[in-house]
């Protein structure tokens, strides 16, 4: 056998010598892919090991049930701030800050610290989230200046963080709303706000502004997210086009509660979310009033959660029992997605929904224990 194989190496041409070298050869390659495929997995889940640890240690430290409903049983507002600075994530912002925005800046802390530890290949995206600070600081000083409202007042409703707040900041002494669009002039969003300037100023209203804001916001949040490539990037990617659908619904449903028209409203949607397209939207905005909408959402995830919300706005004529709707659709959608990929992104997505909800709710709190004897039992109501 031996002899038959060295003769039919002889007559290809090649040495005893050189076919052992072939083989040995051929095997480091095969082995080398083995290991390549192997490895794979790991070296996909490796980037996540570190901000995974990282956002447990800190999703341990979010309120359970328990904690929440001690919290919706304070006797006032006094009592709920003295029951969070037995709490770090707290303690230290309302020892300096109300309440509101106490809870604002740990929420910006958040994002901030998500876009620091985020893989590499995520990062982008959770380094938009954390301009929702700078954007929410536009809008507020926006409004504060169209009402009137005085300098050391604004300063008060500012969030103390994200990249432009300096600047922001010294806007406030701004004669108009107008100086303050300039002012924003060398920043990204200054040509967004010029281009929603007139608008504004033929009608008085700050809503061409803040809507131009959360445009550009969800726009870049989207396109962050690129072609999705992996587990991971699907994962994202299905969470921010929730996150545009849920915007794009919230827009509509004021727009026809309002009585704005498609025209009037059209250019503040952004056409790329996860269920709803450009076509669907324009669907939606031709409905005749807000019962039109939700019945033209049958087939999408959005359909029976808003038609429940329905009697209860004709009850009210609140369009805030559809926007909490929404608001826990994107809780459950969250939880449902980060569970898909326990050791990738899913603890990181979890983390940030399970927070953003805690801060949501305890805003909800607040409003209410200013308000005395407000009943607990609506309070729980409210609750997202």
Known sequence: MADEITTLITQVGLTPEAFL??????????????????SRPVLD?????????????????????KQLSEIVEASDIDEVVNYLRGFPDYAGYLDNYPLEKALDIELAETYNLLSRIAPKDIRNSFNILAKKSDIQNIKSLIAAKAMGIDKDTILNFLIPS???????????????????????????????????????????????????????????????????????????????????????????????????????TSQYMISDGFQLREWKLKD??????????????????????????LSRYNETGSISVFEKALDEYI???????????????????????????????????????????????????MLI
């Open 21 to 38: 070298v072939i083989i040995i050869l051929a095997v480091i390659v095969v082995g080398a892919i083995i290991v390549i495929i192997a």
């Open 45 to 65: 889940i490796y980037p996540y090991l570190n901000p995974s640890a990282r956002v447990r240690a800190r999703k341990g430290r979010l309120f359970d049930e």
């Open 162 to 264: 994200g990249s432009l707040y300096s600047e922001i900041e010294q806007l406030t002494d701004a004669n108009n709303v107008t100086d303050i669009v300039t002012g924003l002039d060398d920043t990204e969003y200054g040509s967004i706000l010029e281009d929603a300037l007139p608008q504004y100023e033929e009608s008085q209203m700050v809503l061409p502004l803040e809507s131009a804001l959360d445009k550009y916001y969800l726009e870049n949040l989207l396109e962050s997210s690129g072609i999705p490539s992996d587990e991971n990037s699907q994962i994202l990617y299905k969470y921010i086009g929730n996150q545009v659908d849920v915007a794009n619904l919230k827009l509509i449903i004021r727009a026809k509660a309002d009585g704005l028209s498609y025209d009037e």
């Open 284 to 309: 939606l905005m031709e409905s005749e009033d807000v019962a039109g909408v939700i019945s033209s959402l049958e087939g999408t995830s959005y359909s029976s959660i808003l038609a429940d919300a």
């Open 331 to 381: 809780i459950d959608s969250t939880k449902s997605l980060a569970l898909k990929k326990p050791l990738g992104i899913g603890p990181i997505l979890g983390f940030l929904n399970q927070k953003e909800r805690e801060i949501k709710n305890l805003k909800i709190i607040a409003r209410a224990k200013r308000e005395l004897n407000f009943p607990v039992s609506e309070i729980q109501e």
